[in-house]
């Protein structure tokens, strides 16, 4: 069965302080990876696909990595508005089609 | 703008009582989705529509049901809810099924008493 785990679940961090969500999968042939941003009492916002191993996106202060196991979504000199759920969901074949598989996502929350 | 609408933002109803949810699309994508996501866990596939043909996820539950009259416009029914259907459901769009990026809406968050 295809799993994605995100770590941590939660992560506290100083305006300005530099870190790295983590997605790691187990999934039978990726086929790509997304980022959203949840915000409290919203829907998802996309911020990233990536398809392949040693692909990279950057978005502002935000930049997304991924590897043959995960993917990383950096956050560099974070503000308070960078406070949200950040999503991974993975692609992956089932059956002859394609399913998406989301995360439980992390928690980030930023201080001034 | 573009977008995807989800009304109403927020519903209560009564065990067993039917509601219906409902989600627009100015976006004019081929496909549309709806999501079940309880607190502090994944967003969970129902079902999505690719232009008129219906898909269901295998475990989603025969309470549920959709409908997708036009282009713009897709609902879901919850028959009987139950307390665990307590939730938000999200809507989602995209040009074509699963492989391409999905745009969501605001969500609408069902409260079952």
């Known amino acids: 069965e295809d799993q994605v785990t995100q770590s941590p679940e939660a992560l506290r961090l100083q305006e300005g302080e530099s870190s790295s969500l983590n997605c790691s999968y187990t999934?039978?042939?990726?086929?790509?990876l997304f980022w959203y941003r949840q915000d409290p009492g919203k829907g998802p916002e996309f911020l990233f696909t990536?398809?392949?191993a040693g692909e990279e996106k950057e978005k502002e202060r935000l930049k997304a990595t991924l590897t043959k196991k995960e993917s990383f979504l950096h956050i560099t000199a974070p503000k308070p508005e960078d406070s949200a759920t950040y999503l991974c969901?993975?692609?992956?074949?089932?059956?002859?089609?394609?399913?998406?598989?989301f995360g439980t996502g992390t928690k980030l929350q930023v201080i001034p | 703008d573009a977008m995807v609408i989800q009304n109403p933002r927020y519903q209560v109803t009564q065990f067993g009582k039917p509601v219906t949810l409902s989600c627009s699309q100015t976006?004019?994508?081929?496909?549309m989705y709806w999501y079940q996501q309880k607190s502090s866990q994944a967003p969970k596939l129902l079902f999505h529509?690719?232009?008129?043909?219906?898909?269901n996820e295998a475990d989603t539950p025969d309470n549920f049901q959709s409908r997708r009259p036009n282009t713009s416009f897709c609902f879901l029914d919850i028959r009987s809810p139950g307390l665990g259907d307590t939730a938000m459901y999200l809507c989602?769009?995209?040009?074509?099924?699963?492989?391409?990026?999905?745009?969501f809406g605001p969500g609408t968050r069902l409260t079952v008493l």
């Open positions: 989602a769009t995209s040009r074509v099924p699963i492989t391409d990026t999905q745009y």
């Open positions: 999934v039978s042939g990726l086929r790509g």
């Open positions: 990536l398809y392949s």
């Open positions: 969901a993975v692609l992956s074949p089932s059956g002859g089609y394609q399913k998406v598989t």
């Open positions: 976006l004019n994508h081929n496909v």
């Open positions: 529509y690719y232009d008129k043909d219906f898909n």
